[in-house]
Every structure is written in C-alpha cells, then in structure tokens.
C-alpha cells in the first residue's frame, strides 16, 4: 500500500467507511439523539474525514434514512417470520421486548426531526404502517373477527409502550402484552363458541 492510500494516523482509507459512519451514527443518534449529534462528532468516532463521509451519503439527512431503513429492515423478522409459533403466539410475541432493547429508534427520530417531509420521518411512516400490515395480516391468520381493528390496536399499543418507556424510562412492555392478551383473546373467537 503506498503512503497515497494511506489516511489519517495510517489507517487505509475508504475500505468499509460506510460502516463505519452507519456504526457510529447508530451508537450516535441512540445514546444523544439525531439533533445533537454533529457531522464532526460523527466524523471523529467513524474515523473518516467529511469528504468520505459526504461522499456516501449526501447529507445528513440522508444518513438519517439510511440509519433507519438498516435498523429494523425486515419489519420484526424474529417474530412475525416464526414458524414454531401459532399466530395468536406471533401476535403476544411482538411485546417480548427485553429491557435491555434500545428504544423505538422510529418514534424517536419522528418526534425529534419534527418535519414530516424529512426521509427520515416518511421511513419511520413507512415502518410504523407495515407493522401495523404484519399485526393486521397475523391477527387475519389467527382468526381475529376484525383483524385491521385487532393489528391497528396492537400496533398502537407497541407504540405506546415504546414511548412510555422512553419516558419513564422503565419497561412498560410487561403491561402491554397483558392488555394485548385481553385485546386477542377478545378479537378471536375460541372454538367452543
């Protein structure tokens, strides 16, 4: 390698710089927010220069998108894409969050960009829908007499349970998957009935 490829402090430049910015903005953005993390700060903990840094992504902005398109890009793949679980099973499963699990990366972004025409905030959209798609497709299989009624409440009570935990800072997932308990046993008829 010749002294040209060669980047600050002798590190090689350029090979795996979009991880590197990904990786730190993921660290980045969850412990301090989107808003105040500066594109230096970032810069300095991906160990890339601005110029690599704007080269892979053209603004901020744009790496605000991408931070959440990789977050989550399968739409809750460990529960909904079981396929030793019942339905009824998936649904209570998308409340097993552990609190060690960072939080809703999507409702913090949201309430932080405040620009509902920001990319970030139309992904966030994007994902907030297509969970409530996955509640509503999973409440159809398990029977549910109105599965859009059942995933809509479902999805609304994830929200909430993320937002209130991020709040309160406390877990407050326990309590949501027995009030969704109740909401599915009341959407499902039983067999006996």
């Known amino acids: ?19 590197r910015i990904l990786s730190a903005s993921q660290q980045l953005f969850r412990e301090q927010g989107i808003n105040r993390t500066g594109m230096d700060q970032l810069c300095a903990v991906a160990q890339v220069s601005k110029r690599t840094a704007y080269q892979h992504f053209t603004s901020k902005d ?9 977050f989550d890009p399968d739409v809750m ?14 649904l209570l499963a998308a409340f097993e969050i552990p609190a060690s699990a960072p939080l809703c990366p999507y409702i913090a972004a949201a309430v932080e960009l405040h620009d509902p025409q920001h990319p970030a905030s139309q992904y966030a959209r994007d994902y907030k829908i297509a969970i409530a798609a ?14 859009e009624q059942l995933g809509e409440q479902l999805a609304l009570l994830l929200d909430g349970a993320a937002a209130r935990t991020r709040v309160l800072n406390s877990a407050s997932f326990p309590t949501a998957a027995a009030i969704a308990a109740v909401l599915i046993d009341n959407a499902i008829p039983t067999a006996s009935e």
């Open 1 to 19: 390698m010749t002294e040209l490829e060669k980047g600050p402090q002798g590190r090689r430049r350029g090979r795996g710089a979009r991880e």
């Open 62 to 70: 744009e790496l605000v998108a991408e931070y959440l398109r990789r």
């Open 77 to 90: 793949p460990g529960v909904f894409d079981r396929t030793d679980l019942t339905p009824r099973e998936r």
């Open 134 to 147: 996955r509640l509503t497709e999973t409440a159809r299989e398990a029977g549910a007499i109105n599965p």
